[in-house]
Each structure stands twice: as structure tokens, then as C-alpha cells.
């Protein structure tokens, strides 16, 4: 069945440094979705991609997904204390990735 | 409140025994979606709903699981004869759908099941 893939499982960074998650799919997506859960919550809804190549920006937080439409990735400029959680992508946002937790130190 | 509630939040139940959980989503969405999530892994998708026909099943998901949706609003997630690893988060989400366009999902808080 279909299968998505996030790497790194974890991340430590410093207040400042730059984050990038990656997502991959077994198949090829028609769409995917990406959703941040906080320590205790539920996944909240960030932003969804449709096109081949598409970018696009919120703040400082920039999404892609490939030209081929089996990969994706997350980067958050200068990251904030604010921006602790994981972040999962969802591919035809039914298909979670396993995501990853974002951990950073003040 | 609006948004998506489900009830109960925390069920504790003896191997064995059937459980069933409810949702309720956002009034307008015409989507529901059922999750199950254990710890440091994403939700696993179990079954979603497009008003009260069920379009997508889970191939993994065992025949002890059932989902209903009669009117097209609420939803019933029930588990029989739970084992220990049933053991997880439930999670429900709704969103509006139109044809095979995919809208952003609205979770619930979702209902814990420990199974003893």
C-alpha cells in the first residue's frame, strides 16, 4: 500500500537555526498536506499542495512538493521556540508520514 | 464551541470487552475522517466518510472495527473484542469535500483507549 516517509525522526536546533523536514512517497500524490501537533494536541492544519513544483510560503515557514509529485519538504527560517512540535506531511491527506519532532533550545 | 468534539476523551476498557466512540464534526463539513495514533507515530488513517456513505476503508484495519454515519452528521467508531494493542489515541478530523479535491482537516481531541 501506500507508504510516505519523513526524515529526520528528530531535530535539535538552537533559537535561530534554520529546519527542513522531508517527506517521500512510494507513489506518485495528487496532493499533500502538512499539519503540526503540538505536545498534547491534535494536528492542525498548516497547508496543502497540489501542483508539480509548487512553493509556497507562510511567514517563515516555505513548503515544496516535486516536480514528480513523491516528495515534499518543510523549512522554517530562523526558528522560535514557538515552532516546538512534529510536523507531518499527509499524502492525499489521508496517508501520514511518521513525522518529525522539532525540539528547540532557547 | 465549533469545532470537533469527541467523547468520551479517555476509555479504559478489559481485553475482550467492545468499546464505541462518538464524533461530532463541524456542523457544515460534509467529511469524517477516523484515526488511530500511538505514541511518536503519525495518525494511521482508518476510514472516512462522505456524508453518511463510507467511501474509504483502511485496508489494515481489522474486520473488529466499524464505523457508521447514519444521518451524515455524527459518527460511531466501535471496537469489539478490544485487545491490548488497540491501545491508542482515537482521533476524528471533518472537512468539506467536493468531488476528489481534498480540504483542510479540522481534528478532535480525540479519545484515548487503554485496554488492560
Known amino acids: 500500500g501506500q507508504q510516505v516517509m519523513q526524515i529526520p525522526q528528530y531535530q535539535h536546533v538552537q533559537e535561530g537555526e534554520d529546519f527542513t523536514t522531508y517527506c517521500n512517497s512510494s507513489t506518485t500524490l495528487s496532493n499533500i498536506q502538512w499539519y503540526k501537533q503540538r505536545p498534547g494536541g491534535h494536528p492542525v492544519f498548516l497547508i496543502q499542495?497540489?501542483?508539480?513544483?509548487e512553493v509556497k510560503k507562510q511567514k517563515r515557514l516555505t513548503f515544496q512538493f516535486g516536480e514528480a509529485k513523491k516528495n515534499s519538504s518543510l523549512h522554517i527560517t530562523a526558528t522560535q521556540t514557538t515552532d516546538v512540535g512534529t510536523y507531518f506531511c499527509?499524502?492525499?491527506?489521508?496517508?501520514f508520514g511518521q513525522g518529525t519532532t522539532l525540539q528547540v533550545k532557547p | 464551541d465549533t469545532g470537533v468534539s469527541q467523547d468520551p476523551r479517555h476509555k479504559i476498557t478489559k481485553r475482550g470487552q467492545n468499546v464505541t466512540f462518538r464524533c461530532d464534526p463541524i456542523s457544515e463539513h460534509n467529511r469524517l475522517y477516523w484515526y488511530r495514533q500511538t505514541l511518536g507515530q503519525g495518525p494511521e488513517f482508518l476510514t472516512y466518510?462522505?456524508?453518511?456513505?463510507?467511501?474509504?476503508k483502511s485496508r489494515l484495519l481489522s474486520d473488529r472495527f466499524s464505523a457508521e454515519r447514519p444521518k451524515g452528521s455524527f459518527s460511531t467508531l466501535e471496537i469489539q473484542r478490544t485487545e491490548q494493542g488497540d491501545s491508542a489515541m482515537y482521533l476524528c478530523a471533518s472537512s468539506l469535500g467536493l468531488g476528489g479535491h481534498r480540504y483542510e482537516q479540522y481534528f478532535g481531541p480525540g479519545t484515548r483507549l487503554t485496554v488492560t
Open positions: 499527509a499524502g492525499r491527506g489521508l496517508i
Open positions: 499542495l497540489v501542483k508539480s513544483g
Open positions: 466518510f462522505q456524508n453518511e456513505a463510507q467511501l474509504e
